[in-house]
């Protein structure tokens, strides 16, 4: 995998990504050709049309990556791809035409750009049959050796076995003799030299899944291994690269004091970050202010009861504050004073919350909270004061999540659905220490890009 600004990427994902970015220069530039030809003038010399051709290659590639083209089910299904594909294109060209009006200079006309679009549809199709077909083969996959067969190491082969990872298990050897719970693993015993096994297999990365390390780790093996070129690495470091999680049954606190991350305090980082909220809320507030009326309207024929609601939830360094948000359930949703999870096809919420919530539109007026600097645009979801006491008694490390600010929209949002159990909140929670941890500005676009995917298919919102 690459690592860009602390985030892991898989390689054939950052390929495809810059076979597809040269497919859209070049459609780019045969439709200038194109156009140049049929309109009977010189096409000229590319220094003379290089900005419009990256606008719209970098425009279109933006749009991709928003609309989930480069996730797991579009790696994978060509139809869904597809779909997504055309979502995407439609994307860019609403971008390029508002960037047309504002800078005309740095766009293609538009006989151009339907012509480039026309290109850059049948481009990428073709590419994502041809490379698409073989990256899921094993040629394309990472070889694993796993040292363990217990526990530990069947959850690494459930892994593999989901459908779109970049890995496969080459092998397991059972370090002791009472790990049983993966069905071929050779016993420790039987390997004369583990770097020579791990040279045997083919094998890049060799995992430490055993289930108990204590006096039974291989030092001077695993030294051997490592100098003949094999990248080693335990369980947790592992699943967080492979899931983008932290995985709380095998992360412990020396893991997360002595590992990298937890930097999003850094003075640029968190300047930045403020700079960018502030500006980024008075744009969307000011976008989003008649979508807020209508909602509103709306709101009050539907229902008795105020437009807007405050509630209490805990943000930066477990501090409590209030959000701001559209009503969208009865007020006699909580009429017992006790907090209560949303479900799915919750009776509390109203016809128009239905719609406000699956649009995220009820979630708008908190960019108040985030001008002031309460919030911010990318963050853990904030949670209210009772769950945190309870969560916090239930799950470990819960209470790192808050050393961040809380966010409209975060890592656990885009990656999981809306949650409603401790045990939801568990995953979630590991998608929100793996955010913290992992914090950067290429993260945040990131989630950002990915966030309109999940507003336009809005599959876990509730």
């Not at 490379?131 to 990472?142: K, P, V």
């Not at 004061?385 to 819960?398: I, N, Q, R």
Request: hydrophobic share 50%.
């Amino acid at each position: 995998m690459f690592r860009l600004f602390k985030h892991y990427v898989p390689h054939a994902v950052v390929w495809l990504a810059l076979i597809e970015f040269v497919a859209l220069l070049g459609s780019a530039e045969g439709a200038w050709h194109l156009y140049a030809h049929q309109a009977g003038f010189d096409a000229g010399s590319f220094a003379g049309r290089w900005l419009p051709i990256l606008t719209f290659a970098v425009s279109n590639s933006l749009a991709m990556m928003a609309v989930g083209m480069y996730g797991t089910e579009a790696l994978r299904a060509m139809g869904f791809a597809t779909a997504r594909l055309l979502a995407a294109i439609s994307l860019g060209v609403i971008f390029l035409s508002v960037v047309g009006v504002l800078l005309p200079t740095v766009t293609l006309w538009r006989a151009n750009s339907v012509y480039a679009m026309a290109f850059a549809i049948v481009l990428l199709i073709a590419i994502r049959l041809i490379l698409t077909q073989s990256a899921g083969t094993d040629a394309f996959r990472r070889r694993i050796l796993v040292l363990g067969a217990g526990a530990r190491a069947a959850r690494l082969k459930a892994l593999s076995e989901e459908p779109g990872r970049g890995f496969q298990m080459a092998g397991y050897v059972a370090m002791a003799a009472s790990e049983k719970a993966v069905a071929g693993a050779v016993p420790r015993a039987d390997v004369a030299n583990l770097a020579d096994h791990a040279v045997a297999l083919g094998v890049g990365e060799v995992v430490l899944a055993m289930e108990e390390r204590r006096g039974a780790l291989p030092l001077a093996d695993l030294l051997r291994v490592k100098t003949t070129g094999v990248h080693v690495n335990d369980i947790a470091s592992f699943l967080e690269r492979e899931t983008g999680r932290v995985d709380l049954a095998t992360t412990n606190p020396s893991f997360l004091i002595f590992s990298d991350g937890f930097s999003a305090g850094q003075r640029i980082a968190k300047a930045s970050k403020r700079v960018f909220d502030i500006l980024a809320s008075l744009l969307v507030l000011v976008i989003g202010l008649p979508l807020i009326v209508i909602a509103g309207i709306a709101v009050k024929f539907d229902s008795k009861g105020p437009v807007f609601y405050r509630q209490p939830r805990v943000g930066l360094f477990g501090e409590a504050y209030n959000i701001v948000k559209i009503r969208s359930m009865r007020t006699d949703a909580e009429a017992a004073g006790i907090a209560v999870w949303a479900s799915e096809n919750d009776p509390r919420i109203t016809r128009v919350g239905h719609i406000i919530r699956k649009l995220r539109i009820d979630e708008l007026p908190q960019l108040w909270c985030v001008l002031k600097g309460e919030m911010s645009f990318v963050g853990p979801r904030p949670e209210r004061p009772s769950f945190v006491e309870e969560l916090t008694e239930a799950l470990p490390y819960y209470a790192e999540r808050h050393m961040v600010k809380p966010g409209l929209t975060g890592w656990a949002q885009i990656n999981y659905p809306y949650g409603a159990s401790v045990e939801d909140a568990r995953v979630k929670l590991e998608y929100d220490l793996y955010y913290a941890k992992n914090y950067s500005p290429f993260l945040d676009l990131l989630i950002l890009l990915q966030t309109v995917r999940v507003v336009l298919w809005p599959e876990g919102a509730r």
